[in-house]
């Protein structure tokens, strides 16, 4: 019965003094800690200037675009995402800068969607039914609203702001 004892405490490591050593920096770089600029493989896709999505359509553009009360804005590094209430109507307003930007609207173009040039606005801008894209200076906006309403009531406005993103950055 004791050499059981024994046997068991030996294979579970009590009695060690000593823990395991935590791996090196070298064998486990952080998570946490930004690439350096030499690993940015993103580095030609990147504007060189960073943009806050949340401050090129504040919240009271947002509202307006979607006619409705939208909560407060939910931020990630290149997006910004407003939501309708809960109790409605159906609405959201998404903002995306940079290379993702430039990506939704290469795949709207993949798929074949009406996209309509906008003249005068930014280097180059387009508009498609629920969303607006824009090249300001390298960077590229998109700006997508999802509502049950009719999209030609908001065609205007996604043009306005699109307007507006432009003179922000």
Do not use: N
């Amino acid at each position: 019965m004791i050499s059981v004892t024994v046997m068991i405490l030996a294979l579970t490591g009590c009695g060690t003094a000593d823990p395991p050593a935590p791996p090196s920096a070298v064998e486990q770089p952080s998570v946490d800690a930004p690439p350096s600029p030499d690993d940015r493989s993103d580095v030609a896709a990147t504007p060189a200037r960073a943009a806050d999505p949340c401050a090129l359509v504040p919240k009271a553009d947002a509202e307006r675009l979607a006619g409705t009360p939208l909560q407060d804005p939910v931020a990630a590094r290149e997006s910004c995402t407003y939501t309708g209430p809960i109790s409605g109507p159906t609405a959201q307003v998404e903002v995306y800068v940079g290379a993702g930007a430039k990506k939704i609207l290469d795949i709207d173009r993949e798929l074949g969607h009406d996209l309509k040039a906008i003249a005068g606005v930014g280097a180059e801008a387009h508009l498609e039914d629920g969303a607006v894209f824009v090249d300001a200076g390298g960077t590229w906006v998109a700006i997508r609203l999802v509502s049950l309403a009719d999209p030609a009531a908001s065609r205007r406005a996604l043009e306005d702001l699109a307007r507006d993103v432009v003179t922000r950055l």
